[in-house]
């Protein structure tokens, strides 16, 4: 199948030519997949399957305005292909000019990444099952290869590929306390040793909660509280329209009114975190941007439309896909002691932006959230509300970062497989707590 796509792909720019008029530019983009799913309760498997896919979605454009439409199923030939752009043509004739309308002009072809099927899926499901024992293991375990292309009549041919297997896994108890883990490409060696260390925090969490005040308090961010964070603030922190806008909660460090500390170096790192280097439009994209050096802000992230708008150079599509924060020297061994007495915080949910003039997030604790006295782990936290600004949690308060960078892939996959994660360490810092 793969080698059928592969032999489409590359005689598509061709067939485009044939298909548009004077001043009209037609892009493709395709994205396919063949998935292995398989869904665990109770280490269990309740449902699996396989999902292959193929979505093409064909844009016409005459130079000021531009029409697209999306087809699912087999990609189209011939003249089912000519029919498609007779329609496009008909609709594009009552379609408004457009002022930040920007298609690449420069036909690149490129092909990054490398196809990862679904090789030894059955018994990574297996030996996970296998290796709960007594636990409730719950989640879904992915595996196969992605595709996504952009071609056009002008001659772009560009090409990704990528997949693999991803992990997310938790396990409960009967009260519902739980512990997740989250994986890319595990290694079916280590799953035992996996299983052991969430049995382990398990049982932690079946210990007394510990009921906290509304203070702040020393606390430690794992990685994936970090990535939640980061995440929800990257909604439209990084965008060049949100910061020329001044909506942007990061408006007062891309001003220059504030910075975060020293260590925080963070980038939008495509390459190392395998996501396409290239947009629907054809524009190429940069393996990395800076975005945060030294605790100073330093580029934004403009997507072709927006580099229309503000002037400036495009190198995303608007949004980060792909944040990597540089590791800093505390080593995982030495963060509950040096946490002494505060907060270890596994996870957290609900996150949303409480003052965007301030940074300021707000999240819930969820999974994996403990009391620490004397830097032992001595009971769960009871569900509490955290309300701090970025400008505190590293900046003015940032003790440390760890030592090791934890890959935290994007496991969403609603209509398709996610591209991208991040790549980060965990943060020794201060948190608020309201409630």
């Known amino acids: 199948m793969m080698s059928t796509t592969d032999q489409y792909i590359h005689e598509l720019p061709g067939i485009l030519a044939t298909l548009v008029r004077a001043k009209e530019q037609l892009f493709a983009r395709i994205y396919v997949e063949k998935t292995q799913y398989a869904r665990l309760t109770q280490a269990r498997v309740n449902q699996s399957g396989a999902i292959h896919q193929s979505v093409m979605t064909l844009s016409l454009s005459n130079g000021e305005a531009m029409v697209s439409m999306t087809l699912e199923g087999e990609l189209p030939y011939g003249s089912d292909l000519k029919q498609l752009v007779t329609a496009l043509r008909d609709d594009l004739s009552h379609v408004p000019a457009d002022p930040w309308l920007n298609l690449s002009q420069d036909p690149q072809q490129t092909e990054t990444g490398a196809l990862c099927p679904a090789t030894n899926f059955e018994e990574l499901v297996t030996v996970l099952c296998g290796s709960a024992g007594h636990h409730d293991l719950v989640g879904l375990v992915l595996a196969g290869p992605q595709t996504l292309a952009v071609c056009s009549s002008l001659g772009h041919c560009l090409v990704h590929r990528g997949g693999g297997s991803s992990v997310d896994v938790s396990f409960f108890d009967p009260e519902y306390n739980a512990v997740k883990r989250v994986r890319r490409q595990p290694d079916i060696q280590d799953i035992s040793a996996l299983m052991d260390g969430m049995a382990r925090d398990l049982n932690a969490l079946q210990r007394p909660a510990v009921t906290l005040k509304p203070d702040t308090y020393r606390a430690w961010l794992s990685a994936e509280a970090l990535a939640e964070l980061l995440g929800t603030m990257s909604w439209s922190g990084f965008s060049v329209e949100a910061i020329q806008s001044g909506s942007s909660p990061l408006k007062q460090l891309y001003s220059g009114e504030k910075q975060l500390a020293g260590m925080v170096t963070l980038h939008e790192s495509r390459q190392a975190l395998g996501v396409p280097q290239f947009t629907d439009q054809g524009y190429l994209l940069p393996a990395e941007v800076p975005l945060i050096s030294a605790g100073t802000a330093q580029q934004s992230l403009a997507s072709p439309r927006a580099a229309r708008e503000f002037d400036v150079a495009i190198n995303s599509d608007g949004a980060p896909m792909a944040l990597n924060l540089h590791a800093g020297d505390l080593l995982d061994a030495d963060v509950l002691r040096q946490i002494g007495t505060g907060l270890y915080i596994g996870r ?40 701090s600004s970025l400008y505190q949690l590293l900046g003015s308060a940032l003790e440390a970062l760890g030592a090791t960078l934890h890959r935290i892939p994007e496991t969403h996959s609603y209509g398709s497989r996610s591209w991208g994660g991040t790549l980060l360490p965990g943060a020794m810092t201060t948190l608020k707590i309201t409630l």
Do not use: F, H, K
Not at 358 to 386: F, H, I, K, N
């Open 348 to 387: 957290l949910w609900y996150t949303n932006i409480s003052d965007p003039a301030s940074c300021r997030l707000t999240a819930m604790t969820r999974y994996d959230c403990y009391w620490v006295d004397q830097g032992e782990l001595t009971g769960p936290l009871a569900p509490l509300r955290v309300d």
